[in-house]
Structure formats: structure tokens, C-alpha cells
């Protein structure tokens, strides 16, 4: 075979695969399923999905392998919001607004834009290598999962599951829609606490003082309320307050929400701009007041001097007001958590709005009970808190949303507001008992993009018609997600389909951790330090990778910033590693953690891995080829280890497999590659084919070893390396792999005890001792590896007698000594370097291989230098100042940093003590 180069080989075994209809369910296996979470239909891969994605298509092609009858099912989400977000600004930048356009214009507009660009993200997946089913795929717009959203919601507004009602939600006024907490993100940002004097009705010289975040929203008071146990109010309650600037008067409240120790202990109350308030408001009837319009202005029931003003504009007004009225008491610098709409980053205001709901507590205790008895496990178990927190608190689900780009909400208006919900017009007249001539229109809103989320399992196989694929592929096996979706998808979806198909959606949730940087950090925009996996796969040159970092940064010395700290990173941009060596670090770094840290560094490792196993390849083709594998065949000790420790790794991985550790299952495929069947088998198999004293059937049998373990090796890999697998398996003569198409349907490697050889371990494991103790010696004494030594065998038993009798033409080749011998009975033991072998020692006689004088020098300055350097690591972990102020690993690092020093400091001491004996 040639040079390993993944760009040679991967995309065109994908083509072959998908042309060849390998991804499809085959067999009359036991049937397992994955949905894979919809992405964004426009959207692009970024490493959270390429994480993911990664880990789901080494399960599959793992259960493929199996025998199971596998479906990885692919589709896309319409992403409502962010697509419709994108198209109007593109749209704005040729100056037109949807509302110039209408909505079916503007929908076409949105259609030809999932047209032109929908394919980035199955391109992606594809070059992934992504084994999904792409004949069934499905989008969350399509005729069918349409005509699904329909019949859900329909049928759980005619069983009182869903209802319309105004209440306060959080509106974004850019968007101009309803947003549920989840698409909210509050951080703590700088901000002031404004204290107003608010004059007594009764007595307009005193005041009441009362501290808000919010000013503007004074406009919109219903009351002020106190504490009915705060000694210091309570003779003012039932009286009343003149609110400035309005020439309202408002009444003072008790209510035991109040927090007295919160600025003054008086709470101005706005129940239409404030979730809290809402509920005191409610709870004591205030009148509801909302000053704002739908993009955030003062509207017409503020005073006039404020309508038509922006609420930021407003609040700088009312500020100044007030300090002219002389109601400013103070402003004061405050930290508070200030919710963004999560797509357009501006500041959410709670907005009273017609939205439709889902009365979602019926729907939540069956999903609570379904976790709780274990029909569905979450892997690791400790997710399920986060489940079961959401769960056991969910509010009502505003469902509604003020676009136009989604499943239109299917019900519809006459003259006189009455609603009519049905799965069309037609429908809605025949249901209703309407006359012909009653005019109805449908309600502008669309439902959010989660509710028809939550039906996907189930209304991808066909649902609401029963079909074959629904009957053999539902309940799914196992859903792969991060922590931050638990509560937008996993929840909806067990709650959907518990009610819709009396079943659970899945049995298993595996919740991975978040993909961070190197250093821990979350990868952002703003940080610089997001990585595009296609990137790490094709490559990409410095200033292509500075641009793509630093593009529509607003903040100039930001950019400048991520720009050095990139090119010092990257001085000559990343180069293409190829899908494999990716996949395998995903794999490798898939713990059970919370945050998962992306290390170029291990990218760069395993593309040395893959390159490894390529040329082991091409070490046993090389060997193997134009020989006969026919005929009698006799197995040396190394071929029945190498069969041994290959069916010790293959049942490791597939206990890791079977219980999602895929970072435990990467761990055994590295290290019997690269330690066991290239170290090791590799070099000892070569006095076997090359060297006398070995006969035909031993080399045969040495051969066909070689490329058997060599086709299983690529078997039990393939679900996490699925390119180079097959380009080597190709390779592999047909008598040892058979005369199939695609490695990809071959069998599993069993995980069971057949060509367990612990005898055979054992004999290899003191060939080691012995071949790796006396390297050592060479490189602790500074031996050259091409001078002989002699090695003297002394102390041992008759095991090691037989063994040494049995193995020392392979001790000889690995070696290479002067001589190997045993102490002879009542021989004085040579002054000698020593290694330990169970009981018996392993002697390297010094005399003659090294410069007594030279070496006792350099061995001194190493002792010095090794103290020097430990000296200063005992003085940081005893300075406290160290230990109170760095991270806790940083300490951790000096203190086993103290120990290993120490610990080579005393051998360098018994390696001098040693040489002084010469």
C-alpha cells in the first residue's frame, strides 16, 4: 500500500457505502434504533455535533456488526426562529422587510433559502462518516410530519390539553415573538438600582422609597407593596401612593413576597412587565398595565411626554424627571442578571400576549414515573437530576410564536373572535357545524420549533399511520444528547410520546459532555478559540483560519487579539488530518465528565495511531504476500499471546461498548495496536520469518497469525475508524477475511474466552520482563544498543530454566548479547546492574561497558541537578500562598512533581552506588 493518506480514501468509500445501500436496516436481527437529533436544516457542523454524531455512528456500526437489524435515522430541524432571523437579514440588505413581501412571498423566500443551502449540513455529516439511513430521511416541514403536528395538537385541544389565554411571557421586541425560558439566557451584567420617592397621598411631604432595576417601567405601576410584618410600613397599608409622573394614584399592599431587607423594604409592583409581580398582581387583582408596544416602545397608555419613545430612551428621561421633581433619592451601582433572547442578544421583556399553551402537569407526571421505574435509563444515572428538577417544576408550555416560517397554529377566527381548532378549514366547518358564509381566518402564529421536536421519534417512522417501519424500529434503543437539552427536547419527547404511542420514546439516554477547549474553556466567538471540525479534517491555511475567527467582531481590539493568540497557535494554520484521527479523538476523550477538553495535541497523536496501524499493514503484507497460507500450520508461543491479548481487548471494548464508555473502548484499541501487535508482535515475529532454526509450518503459522489478528484488529475498530478499516480490510487476502463487500458487515469480534492462552501470557510477559529490563539497564547506564552486553541469568527456578531453554532464540534476536548464560553454582556474582524477573535476577556485569570516572561525574550533576529542581517544588507546596491562591490542580501538579523527582533522585543514588562498586 501506499503512504497513508486519509484524503485518498475517505469519501470515496463513503460513496461506495451509501451507493451500495450498506446504511440501510438489513437482517432479520433483533431490531436497534437511534433518531439523530434534527440539526439545523441550514445549518452547518460544528464540534458539539461532530462530537456527537462521532460517538452515535460507532454505536450503530457497532450494533451493525452485531447482526441487529440498524436504523440510524437522519432528518433535519426548520429551526424556526434562526431561519427566519437569517432570511430577513438578508432580505434586509436589499432593503426589503418581509412585510413588503407578505408572508407567502416571504415563505418562498424561506423555501428557496433551505433549497440553496440545506445540503451543508448532510455534506458534513457525510464526510464524518456518518453511516445514517438516507432514504428515509426527513425534515420537520415535510407533508408527513406536517400532517403529524396536526393530528397532536388537535387532538389535545379537544381533550383540554391545550388552550389560548393572555398572560405575560417573555417577548423579544427584535423578533417580535413569544420566547420560552429555555431560549432565554440571563448573565450578570453592570447595571444601577434606582431608589424614587414615590409622596403619600394623605401626606405628600413624606415619601415612600422604593429601589427598581427597571425605571421605565414605573409607567405601568398597579401598587407598592411592603411586608405585613415589617413594623415600619404596616400602619400604611390600605393607603395609597401618588405615582410620579403619571397622575395616578396606586395602592400600598402587603404581601408576604417581600423581601424587607431588599433596599427600602417597598416593592413597586408592575404586574404586566414583571413575572413576580404578575403573581402579587393576581393575587391582590391589581390591574394589569402595559406601557410597552410590541418592539419595545412606550405605547399609549403611558403619559403622552413618553409615548413612541424607546424603553431605553424613556428610562434616561423618567431619570432626569424624577432628579428635576426631586424624587431621585440615589442611583447606586448593582450586579444583576439581565435575560437576552438567545438568538438576537437583546434584553427580554415579560409583555402580556395572546400565546397558546399546553397544560403540560398531566402530561409530565407518566414522564416523571417512566424515569423513576426504569423504563427509560439515563446514562450517566446523575443526569436524571436535572430531569427530574425540570420535570417536577414545569410551568404551562407557551407554544406559540409570533413568525411566520413554521407549522402554522391550526385554528381559526370568525368576526367575533370565537376559535375554532381543526386540521383545516374544511374541517373546522363540518366540526363546527359553520355555515358556508362565515368568514374565518387562520391565526397567523406558528408553533415552536420544539413541539413538532417532541414528536420525532415516532412521527419519523410514519406516525400517525401505522407503519411497518414504526411497528419494528418503536420504541428506539438510545438517545444521544448533551446536558443543555435535557429540558428543551428530552423532556417534551418522553411526554409526547408516552401520550401519543403509549410507550416510551427510548430506553436509554446517554448525555455526553460539553466539547471545551484545551484549557477547559467553552469555545466561542468571542474567546477565538471555536474550532470547525472540517477544518481539522480538509485543513485550512493561518490568515483563512485568523479570518473565519475574527469576522463580524465588533470590537477591533478583540480581533486583534484572537488574531495573535491563533497565529501563535497555529503558525501555518491546521493541516488536514483527515476524518479517522478525529473520530478517534472524540472517542478517546467521551468520559463520563461534564466537560470534555479538545487537545489538537491528541488529533496530532492519533494520526500518528492511524499511520501506525498503516504501515503494521504494510509490514504483514509485505511479509505475507506471494506466500501460501495453506497447509500445516504450527503456532509459536507469540501467535497464540498475540490471539490471546486480541480476544482480552475485544471483550474490554465491547463491555465498553455495551456500557458507553467509548473513551475506555478508544483506550484498548490504542494500546493493543500500538503497544501489543506493533511493539511487540511485530518485532518478535520476524526472527520466526526470517531468521533459521524455524520451520515451514512455524512460519505459515506466524503468517496466517499475522493477518488474522490483523483482520480481527480492523474489525474491532471499524466502528470508531470506519476509513482506514476498510481501505486495509480490502487489502487482506479473501482465505482469511472472506470474499465480502464492505467490512462494515462483517461480524463483531466475539467477547468471549476462545484463544484465551494464559500459559502463552505468561511466557510473554517474562520475555518482556527480560527484553525490557535490559534496555533499561543500557539506557540508565548509557549503553549503546549496538554493543553486545552479556546478561547472566541467576537465582531462578525451573519455570525460568524451561523458559529460557524454549524462548532463547527470540531473547537473542530482541536482545542482541554477547552471550546469555546462568550463574554457575558457587560463582561469585559479578558487580552488575540488576533487574528483577519475579524471583529470579537479571545481571548485566558492568566491567568493561562504561567509563567508571565519566559516568560517576555525569550521574553526580544529575543527582544535583534533580535537587535543585526539587527544592523549588517543595518551596511553592510550602509557601501558603501558593496553595491558598492556585487552582487546585496547579498544586497538585508541585506535589507529584516533589514525588517523582525524589523517586528518580534514589535511583540515580543506587545506579551511583552501583558504578562506585566497579
Known sequence: MKKYSPQEIEQSWYQKWEANNYFAPRGNGTPYSIMIPPPNVTGTLHMGHAFQHSLVDAVIRYHRMKGDQTLWQMGTDHAGISTQMLVTEQLAAQGIKPSDLGREKFLEKVWEWKDQSGGTISRQLRRLGASLHWETERFTLDEGLSRAVLEVFV????EGLIYRGKRLVNWDPVLKTSLSDLEVVSEEENGFLWHLRYPLTDNPGEFLVVATTRP??????????????????RHLVGKSVQLPLTGRSIPIIADHYVDSEFGTGCVKITPAHDFNDYDMGRRHDLPVINIFTDDAHINDEAPEKYRGMDRFDARKQIIADLEDAGLLEKTEDHKLAVPRGERTGVVVEPYMSDQWYVKIQPLAEPAIRAVENGDIEFIPKNAENIYFSWMRDIQDWCVSRQQWWGHRIPAWYDEEGNIYVARSESEARTKYSLPDDLSLSQD???LDTWFSSALWTFSTLGWPDKTPDLETFHSTDLMVTGHDIITFWVSRMIMMTLKFMGEVPFRKVYIHGLVTDAEGQKMSKSKGNGLDPMDIIDGIGIDDLVRKRTENLLQPRMAQKIEKATRAEFPEGIKAYGTDPLRFTFHSI???????RFDMNRVEGYRNFCNKLWNAANFVFMNTESQSLSGETELSVIDLWIKSAFRRTAKAVNL??????FDLAAKAIYEFVWDEFCDWYLELSKPILNAEGFSDAQRRGTRVTLLSVLEETLRLAHPFIPFITEEIWQQIP???RSDAETIMLQPYPADDDTDINEEAENDLEWIKAIVTGTRNIRGEMDISFAKAIPVIFYNGNDSDKARLEKHQPLLEFLIKPESISWLAEGEDKPVSAVHLVGDMQVLVPMKGLIDK??????LDKEI??????KVRAEGKINNPNFVDKAPADVVQKERDKVDELGSAIAQLEEQKSRIEQL
Do not use: C, N, W
Open 155 to 158: 387532538t389535545l385541544f379537544d
Open 216 to 233: 421605565e417601567t414605573m409607567l405601568g405601576d398597579s401598587a407598592v407593596a411592603v411586608h405585613p410584618d415589617d413594623e415600619r410600613y
Open 444 to 446: 397567523d402564529d406558528v
Open 590 to 596: 467521551a468520559s463520563r465528565a461534564r466537560g470534555v
Open 656 to 661: 465498553a461498548m455495551e456500557t458507553y464508555r
Open 734 to 736: 479473501v482465505e482469511i
Open 853 to 858: 570516572d565519566a559516568e560517576l561525574i555525569r
Open 864 to 869: 544535583d541537578r534533580k535537587q535543585k529542581e
